[in-house]
């Protein structure tokens, strides 16, 4: 376990290192994971938010005096401004959230002035090594669009098959989460489901395979896809599951971490620079992973 992101690491090993901005820089996971990323080779950091608390949450960590610089700031909001604008003017490459909430961070990424907008849509992909497969398993999105419309599910797409083709998977095979595999009326995300297959079929997303409605064993089991019936190519095979909504998404990914103790990695694109942002239960190794991901990216 633990061989498909091993061979990421690997990979990003031989890039060389970049600089990360990390918003309130005293997380002490954000630091064991920066730390570890330097030890990698990929990657340093520059550390905005309050020198005392930085320094302190250093005192506890072994990490290398190199791997860090500190740049000072009063609030969460002052340290989300100065690390976008780090990654903005091109002294970092990477975007990190440390101990501060997700909104305050995003909020300085969408500034109309100073901000990292592209016009794509923000969307999280996350990548799972499941015990039992020999690839890795995307999902989206489970971190930022609350309930996507049609044209946001395709900037989600869009953005997974990105971060798929990143981690080395040359034509992604993406299914459209559903409960069914017959789009309905009275379930608007079939349609839209449907709609986005539809796009595939006609050259919307090129080198990747798109399709759905399909349920969940439909998508990833071919005994489940023989047995319904259901054919193509990306029935029992998909790579990247787009979720309808952010619960579905958000509870598929961490299923397969706590369920089936799947190891995770995540990564929000659609700015002009990855961002990596994840959730404050999420352990050193999880943001090692996110970390490598966004490297990956750059």
Known sequence: MGRLFDAVLEKVSSLGPVTVAVAEGHDPAALEAI????????????????????????SSLSVPAE????????????????????????????LMKGKMHTSVLLRAVLDKEKGLRTGKVL?????????????????????????????????????????????????????????????????????????????ADRGAFP??????????????SPEAAAIKKVDGPVAGKADVLIAPDITTGNSVAKSMQYFAGALMGGV???????????????????????LAMARCLV
Request: aromatic share 4%.
């Open 35 to 58: 730390a570890q990323a330097f030890a990698h080779g990929f990657a340093r950091a520059e550390l905005v938010g309050s020198r005392a608390k930085i320094e302190e949450a250093l």
């Open 268 to 290: 929000i694109t659609g700015a002009t620079h990855p961002i990596v942002v994840i959730s404050r239960a999420d352990t050193a190794r999880v943001k090692l992973h996110s």
């Open 67 to 94: 791997a860090v610089s500190i740049v000072e700031s009063k609030s969460p909001e002052e340290s989300a401004a100065k690390a976008v604008e780090l990654v903005r003017t091109g002294r970092a490459s990477i």
């Open 207 to 220: 080198g990747a395979f798109v399709d759905g409605p399909l349920a969940l064993d439909v998508a990833i």
């Open 123 to 199: 969307s999280h992909t996350a990548a799972l090594e499941v015990p039992g497969f020999d690839r890795f398993i995307f999902v989206a999105d489970g971190g930022v669009n609350i309930a996507p419309d049609l044209e946001r599910k395709i900037g989600i797409v869009e953005n997974a098959i990105e971060v798929a083709r990143a981690l080395g998977v040359s034509q992604p095979r993406v299914a459209m989460l559903c409960a069914v595999e017959v789009p309905t009326a009275e379930y608007p995300a079939t349609l839209d489901a449907a709609i986005i297959a539809k796009m």
